[in-house]
């Protein structure tokens, strides 16, 4: 089964960013950050990314504008939703703009590695 | 709308003929959305399991728990149904719309706010009693009824309401950031703890105060100033206001500023405000199942007595409820220090009766020296604690000063929890052991026994470090000791006495606390396992069972406590299942009342979908095929609905050999069902396993074989990784379900199990029997009635094929324990040749497992 390679996550904690993309990475995954839209854009633009690990709450768009343009420009990337913020409405929405799954943090990496790879399956 | 309706559309406007890569096409997507289904199914059931054990384990959790547990829930039951939606062709769209009025419920119960009382920002001492205690929170309206309602004299001064400290984090727009930190915070990591704890605290001291409510507290200040003199200072103190009346302390969680200057008012507030996010406060209302919001802040501001004694006085003792005594701690000055366990305190009794005989128990200064507290305040403050006492109704625990104009000042009075019961750990009884203890003497702060390695703690950064179940051992009994409370098996302390807030909350969490027993620390060694019996004021070298039998159960915290109310209501429209029968006109989507009912809903005509699918597609390998065993065909159908036949089998036959099958799960459930020679009629035989059950044999309309439908019939649903296997026999329904995956949220097997033929009674002893077999393989089983379901996730694929084998043997075996079910002699045999068996089964299947890995090992390339 093909597997997904290159991710970008795209959240406001650098905390967070430094130490996933750090073990992403010793899972032999590609990984780019991006802490706000301005800086996403771009690579979802370029179609590096495979699949998109995307928080609710980013200082520039609201997460949920996000995946909307996110969506609006590359259909078919899998965006998972990563987020504090445990709101069933929220969820519900995400999941009917397109996101392929709302997980909550913290998550365990074998978890989240197993949804990007679902994520990614599954649009395919 | 269906994407693969629309493929096929597409393909028969083009060409008349649909050719076999279109049909495997739609098939694939169909046969997608129903794996993407089951999975969701899956973690739905686990995740709606987790949220029923979390409730009634008796276990702290706190709102991240819940909110997180229920939107994983709610995104999965969702996942389900759009899935339906997609493999039906839209058939079940108004699904959508009956999980949307659920998850609005749900919602609407999880996101619901305090209702805050009252319309003012502040409200002076003389507008404060009992009836505002939702406006200033119990401290300041016990405070207030004392001044207004029993003429007692209380410090001047105003209280900042709830509504005012809402009115300023909602205006600095903090709140969502704050909850954010606390969803992610595991409350178990200490640094962690400690370090969103300040990062909250910062947050709230940084932002800045609303202008009219900063204008306020100014022009309060400013009366004070006028009343009491520009140099008076105050003391702010945190009120807490919370939802439930039940008693929890919130002992020195908060935060308290003495000597204010009144120019400093509005930027203390804040300071006290924010002391609701103290690391102790945190782990307090996670332990006692409060909503962070439920909590809210109403800061008292009162003017500073000038103290030439003061102390805390229990209107009854709380290691001793029924004393005649009163008891009261006194100390020179002011005595905040008394509560927060480091000062040295005179301990008077004073009696309950005129003339209240007094009893110095201990004096700070010696023997022979006078107590701080004169004999006419001892009195007249003893008179005024009765008083306090009768007026509330409950015992009372009353902090006090005598100013220097020698009046008597109450400072604060609160209900004196006693919720230990007084049973908890007797006095030692030395005829029943010998033990001699290692220390003795101190004071209960906290009755009961435990027992645990010592670990003593002298700096924080001990404390980040203190191991679960160790017995706590320190100098100086400080409140910020209280985050480890939830950890500690036993507290012991060198100094301090049972007036501390960590004594408190020692009580109230039932752990066993003894202070004031010097040379604790030395005579302690970090690893040793003491016993410490708080009643008898001892501790023991190792683990005295003879004391420990007398150790009461820890109270279960989260009983009825918002969080805890609010999951079980929040599951109300979760968990119970009204959708059992897909047979009856009921099973529809506006019969859904509960997310349970959808997932139910959907899984069933997934199945039911996929069944057709094949036929309707027109694929002839898709197609229920009868299964063809040793030479003759039996009465189980397969339906492939992927990769489940092996290449280059003949398809062109309504027939599929066993052969045939590549199938992983069904061949193990196949094999379980044919391990073990069966005594009736041959498993094969679905007319011979009918006619064991007379009511079905009597009914052919309960006869399998005669049933016409697909969905009536024994059926395997299969493909490489996956089987769902249906059996229906007269009144028995079972469904195996198994998926095999390397990645683990795919791996999983369940089984449900509804049994008829029998009397109710046997119907219950029959399921129990099963679960009990079930969960001796380490199934995680319920039983509703005369039901049951098992399931087992997130285990390696050889663990799971173990788990089929048995699970093909009891499908098969279980039927005969009808026949035996009346004998109670003949079941005792029965059930130790099921186990028997199951041993066998189990040893055959782990042997052959280790051979593989073996081989495995030998040709690695292969």
């Known amino acids: 089964m093909k597997q997904p390679k290159n991710i970008l996550l795209v959240d406001d904690e650098e905390e967070f960013l430094e130490t996933t993309s750090l073990r992403l990475r010793r899972r032999a995954f590609d990984v780019r950050t991006a802490t706000r839209w301005g800086e996403a854009m ?83 | 709308m269906s994407f693969v309706l629309e493929q096929l559309a597409r393909f028969f406007r083009r060409s008349p003929k649909s050719g076999p890569e279109e049909v495997r096409s739609a098939f694939q997507d169909h046969y997608r959305n129903f794996r993407a289904l089951l999975t969701a199914n899956n973690n739905a059931l686990e995740l709606m399991s987790t949220a029923e054990e979390m409730l009634h384990s008796g276990k702290p959790f706190g709102m991240a728990f819940v909110g997180g547990d229920i939107t994983a829930l709610t995104v999965n039951v969702f996942k389900m149904v759009r899935s339906l939606i997609a493999l039906s062709d839209g058939r079940y769209k108004e699904l959508e719309d009956r999980f949307k009025i659920i998850a609005d419920r749900v919602e609407a119960i999880l996101s619901r706010q305090p209702v805050v009382a009252g319309s003012a920002f502040v409200l002076t001492m003389e507008e404060i009693d009992s009836g505002a205690v939702d406006q200033v929170g119990a401290k300041m309206a016990n405070l207030g009824e004392l001044r207004n309602r029993l003429g007692i004299r209380v410090p001047e001064g105003f ?54 409510l900063d204008h306020l507290i100014r022009e309060h200040a400013d009366r004070l100033a006028h009343d009491a003199g520009d140099e008076a200072t105050v003391s702010l103190r945190s009120s807490a206001w919370g939802e439930d009346s039940r008693q929890s302390s919130f002992a020195g969680q908060y935060r308290t500023r003495l000597n204010v200057p009144l120019a400093a008012i509005p930027e203390t507030y804040k300071d006290i405000v924010a002391g609701k996010y103290r690391s102790q ?117 009353i902090e006090w000063a005598v100013d220097r104009d020698g009046r008597l000042v109450i400072l604060q009075a609160r209900p004196s929890g006693t919720l230990t019961p007084t049973n908890a750990g007797a006095a030692p009884d030395s005829a029943s052991f010998e033990a001699a203890p290692i220390l003795a003497g101190g004071a209960t702060a906290s ?198 036949f092996r290449e280059g089998a003949d398809l062109s036959d309504p027939f599929i050999r066993i052969e045939d099958i590549v199938s992983e799960p069904m061949l193990a459930i196949w094999q379980g069902i044919n391990a073990v020679h069966w005594d009736g009629p041959p498993p094969v035989s679905l007319r011979g396993f009918g006619a064991i059950i007379a009511q079905s044999a009597m009914n052919p309309q309960l006869d399998p074989a005669v049933r016409s439908s697909l ?124 186990r028997a068996d199951i041993a066998a089964i189990r040893g055959a299947a782990a042997a052959n497992s280790g051979a593989e890995n073996e081989a495995a090992q030998e040709h690695p390339a292969g």
């Open chain 2, 447 to 644: 009755r009961g026994v435990a027992s645990g390695a010592v670990r003593r703690v002298k700096t924080q950064e001990q404390a980040l470090h203190f191991p679960r179940d160790a017995v706590l051992v320190v100098e100086t009994p400080y409140p910020e000791w209280a985050v480890l409370m939830n950890r500690a098996a036993a507290v012991v302390a060198e100094s301090g006495q049972i007036a501390t807030h960590l004594a408190t909350v020692a009580r109230e969490f039932g752990v066993p606390a003894l202070f004031d027993l010097p040379g604790a620390l030395s005579r302690l060694e970090d690893g040793q396992v003491v016993t410490v019996d708080a009643t008898g004021r001892r501790v023991y070298q190792g683990c005295v069972e003879a004391l420990l039998e007398q150790a009461t159960r820890r109270p279960n915290l989260m009983e009825g406590s918002p969080v805890h109310s609010l999951l079980k209501e929040a599951l109300g429209h979760i968990t119970p299942l009204h959708l059992t029968e897909p047979d009856s006109p009921r099973f529809k989507p506006a019969a859904c009342r509960t997310l349970h009912d959808i997932t139910r809903f959907c899984h069933e005509k997934a199945l039911a979908e996929m069944l057709r699918l094949g036929r309707r597609l027109g694929a002839k390998d898709k197609s229920a095929k009868q299964l063809y065993v040793v030479g003759m065909p039996s009465q189980w159908w397969v339906v492939n609905v992927d990769d489940g």
């Open chain 2, 711 to 834: 969905s009536g019939r024994n059926y395997f649903l299969i493909s490489r990784n996956y089987c769902n296997l249906s059996v229906r026999l007269g009144y028995h329904f079972a469904l195996a379900e198994a998926s095999f995956s390397e990645l683990l949220s795919e791996s999983y097997v369940n089984f449900t199990f509804q049994g008829g033929a029998a009397d109710e009674s046997r119907r219950r002893r029959r399921v129990h029997l099963l679960a009990d077999t079930l969960r001796s393989i380490d199934f995680r089983v319920s039983v509703k009635g005369d039901s049951l379901s098992a399931r087992i996730e997130k285990r390696p694929i050889p663990y799971l094929k173990e788990r089929l084998l048995v699970l093909g043997y009891l499908l098969i075996h279980t039927r005969q324990m009808d026949m035996v079910m009346h004998d109670e002699a003949r079941i005792d045999r029965y059930l130790e040749k099921m």
């Open chain 2, 159 to 212: 209280a900042v309401t709830v509504l005012a400290g809402r009115h300023f984090m909602e205006a600095s727009r903090i709140t969502d950031e704050i909850n954010r930190r606390l969803q992610t915070l595991d409350v178990e990591d200490l640094q962690a703890l400690d370090r969103v704890s300040d990062d909250i605290q910062d947050l709230i001291r940084g932002a800045h105060l609303p202008d009219d």
């Open chain 2, 281 to 397: 406060a945190i782990v307090y209302r996670e332990q006692r199942g409060y909503r962070h919001q439920d909590v809210l802040m109403c800061v008292g501001c009162l003017v500073m007595v000038d103290a030439v004694v003061s102390g805390v006085c229990y209107s009854r003792p709380p290691d001793d409820p029924r004393s005649p005594w009163l008891v009261v701690h006194a100390a020179p000055g002011l005595g905040n220090h008394i509560v927060d366990g480091t000062s040295a305190y005179d301990l008077l009794r004073i009696g309950r009766e005129s003339p209240h005989a007094i009893v110095a128990v201990h004096l700070a200064t010696g023997e022979s020296a006078n107590a701080c507290l004169s004999d006419v305040h001892a009195r007249e403050l003893a008179q005024l604690s009765l008083r306090i006492e009768q007026h509330f109704g409950t015992p009372q625990d």
């Open chain 1, 42 to 124: 771009p690579e979802v633009q370029s179609g590096w990314p495979h699949v998109v690990v995307l928080d609710v709450m980013l200082p520039d768009v609201d997460g949920m504008e996000c995946l909307a343009r996110i969506k609006a420009m590359q259909r078919h990337l899998p965006v998972v939703m990563l987020t504090g913020h445990a709101s069933l409405q929220a969820s519900v929405w995400g999941l009917e703009h397109g996101a392929s799954d709302y997980c909550l943090k913290p998550i365990e990496l074998d978890e989240l590695v197993e949804k990007i790879i679902l994520a990614y399956q599954d649009v395919r």
